[in-house]
């Protein structure tokens, strides 16, 4: 009886099974931690303040960011006293104590027997800031012009408030001012730079070019000069209120409302609350710029930068990997080139990528984006414009790498389609390209899709090679803006990949910038499965279209 079950081939069929489900299980597992360790550092974390009998170090105030029960004797080796304590293990807590510019480091370690008393008051206020981090402590007054405008405490969070909010505004005011008009100021500047230059090399420079370019230049010095003042009428306005702090040592702490984004009383909230805020930081991230050497702040450069570099890529790798699939699947011939055209195509999925990223530097970078210099941009040199690593040498770069896995998927599809229908339609007197275009290419899309996607799914996690090619650590603008020609391939990016890798082994704070690594990481596998599930829903579309054909 076992030998025939055995015989059957149901014992290999419930061990694929099974290892199918185990595998699917250990994935769904390592997301769910991701995404446990990623999105709870958006949830407002309790703020505590602790006591302590040790006299140089009575009152700690900060966030609790990780428990953990360690052995004594480890304490002891690592030259703690441990004279007082009786257990085997001690529990001790990670806590970010924020307030940089009065601590050597935002976070520090507490054990659990120096604590005299462990609260939560529901006046500690944590206020988010532009720069030096997070500020802990107690909400002491608000001032306007350095003069309190308090008259009652209990009022004291809405005037917080109100005054944070028109901070923010002019912030945000002269935020725009100088991503915008001086921007294209400064723009326009330096190609009246570049025209002098162009007209030079071209012995074309007279009198009348510069008098011309003199005045160009002249309108926009004045425009810039009235931009400015503007500028810095906002900041000023912005300066004008301040809040007043107690921190942990108990003495006041003056900063201008300008530097402070937010404020949250963790401990004085309710759920409803708590969930707003978590949901308001998740934007938050998804849409500013970081901070703080990319421990703070948002990744949206990093979201755009990707989402652009993806689909620039598409636009490349499509039409190349679908029509050399269709040269080596409809028109050449069945012999021994063609076989190790395909086994070449074959071997350079397997090809490590930073191979193509040294590629991409010494043929994209340095040839032809040198090429393209001497030949378009003679008055930019010896400053490069396509010389030098960017987002169009990164496409390219991508393109060649995942032009195997879309020409692949590509002549798999075309090998589905049987070849009566080609017959039919040459039959009946079309020539072979319209039978390939309005016939073979429809049905074969559901592949053609499935490898465009894998691609792109591919090239949105891919690090190594765009660390050659056109990625940065922080990029002064975005590829696409107001100036023309509006799109600016020559420039650098920020990737959602590299990110990871810089806050994660890069970064000056590790402890502050191993949330944000999780986090990232998540909203990156979040893109990617989207990317999927899309394929997979627009590939069995597109075969429930086509299928009476195949038959």
Same mark, same amino acid.
């Given at each position: 009886m076992m030998n025939n079950w055995f015989k059957s081939g149901s014992p290999w069929i419930w061990m694929t099974a099974g290892s199918v489900s185990v595998a699917l299980i250990a994935v769904l597992g390592l997301v769910a931690l991701i995404a446990w360790r990623g999105l709870s550092f958006f949830w407002p974390a309790d703020i505590y303040e602790f006591h302590f009998s040790d006299t140089e170090r009575q009152t700690l105030i900060g966030e609790i960011y990780e428990r953990e029960r360690i052995p004594v004797t480890r304490l002891s080796d690592a030259g703690v006293d441990v004279s007082e304590i009786d257990d085997e293990f001690v529990v001790r807590y990670l806590v970010k104590i924020g307030?940089?510019? /009065?601590?050597?480091?935002? /976070? @520090?370690? %507490?054990?659990?027997?120096? *604590?005299? !008393?462990?609260? @939560?008051? =529901?006046?500690? *206020? %944590?206020?988010e800031r532009a720069r030096n981090g997070n500020f802990y402590g107690y909400l002491h007054d608000v001032l306007e012009n350095g003069e309190s405008v308090v008259t009652d405490q209990a009022d004291i969070k809405v005037e917080l408030r109100k005054r944070m909010q028109r901070a923010l505004e002019l912030r945000n005011e002269a935020e725009a001012i100088s991503k915008g008009p001086i921007a294209r100021i400064n723009y326009q500047l330096d190609q009246l730079r570049l025209d002098r230059r162009r007209l030079e090399l071209n012995n074309s420079y007279t009198d009348e070019a510069e008098a011309e370019i003199q005045a160009q230049e002249e309108a926009l010095r004045n425009e810039y000069r009235e931009v400015e003042q503007a500028l810095f009428a906002v900041r000023a306005e912005s300066e004008r209120d301040g809040v007043v702090m107690i921190d942990m040592r108990g003495e006041q702490v003056r900063m201008s409302m300008n530097m402070v984004l937010n404020a949250t009383w963790s401990n004085d909230i309710n759920l409803l609350q708590k969930w707003g805020y978590f949901f308001s930081q998740i934007g938050k991230f998804l849409t500013e710029d970081p901070r703080e050497s990319n421990t703070e702040g948002g990744v949206f450069p990093a979201i755009f930068g990707t989402v652009f570099m993806v689909l620039l890529m598409s636009v490349i790798v499509t039409p190349f990997g679908v029509i050399a699939a269709i040269y080596?699947?409809?028109?050449?011939? =069945?012999n021994a080139i063609t076989k190790l055209i395909r086994i070449a195509v074959i071997n350079l999925a397997g090809v490590p990528s930073i191979v193509y990223g040294v590629f991409g530097l010494g043929f994209f970078v340095y040839m032809v984006g040198g090429t393209l210099d001497q030949i378009f941009y003679p008055e930019s040199l010896p400053n490069p414009t396509f010389g030098t690593p960017g987002v169009l040498w990164s496409a390219l770069t991508l393109a060649i790498l995942t032009l195997p896995v879309v020409i692949v998927s590509t002549e798999e599809g075309l090998s589905r389609i049987p070849s009566a229908v080609r017959e039919g339609s040459l039959a009946l007197g079309a020539t072979k390209a319209e039978t390939i275009w309005r016939i073979?290419?429809?049905?074969?899309?559901?592949?053609?899709? @499935?490898?465009?996607?894998?691609? %792109?799914? !591919?090239?949105?996690?891919?690090?190594?090679?765009?660390m050659l090619v056109g990625v940065v650590k922080s990029a002064p603008a975005l590829p696409v803006d107001g100036n023309f020609p509006f799109l600016h391939l020559d420039r650098k990016f920020m990737h959602l990949g590299f990110h990871i890798y810089d806050v994660g082994f890069q970064s000056p704070n590790v402890e502050a910038a191993r949330p944000l690594v999780y986090a990232t990481s998540f909203l990156l596998i979040t893109v990617i499965v989207g990317l999927n599930l899309t394929a997979i829903g627009v590939r069995n579309r597109l075969r429930e279209k086509f299928r009476a054909l195949e038959h």
């Open positions: 307030n940089r510019e /009065f601590v050597p480091l935002d /976070f @520090t370690w %507490v054990l659990e027997p120096d *604590v005299v !008393r462990l609260e @939560t008051p =529901k006046d500690l *206020v %944590v206020l080596l699947h409809e028109y050449a011939g =069945k073979i290419l429809p049905m074969a899309s559901p592949a053609i899709m @499935t490898g465009l996607i894998l691609a %792109v799914a !591919r090239a949105a996690g891919e690090v190594a090679p765009l």
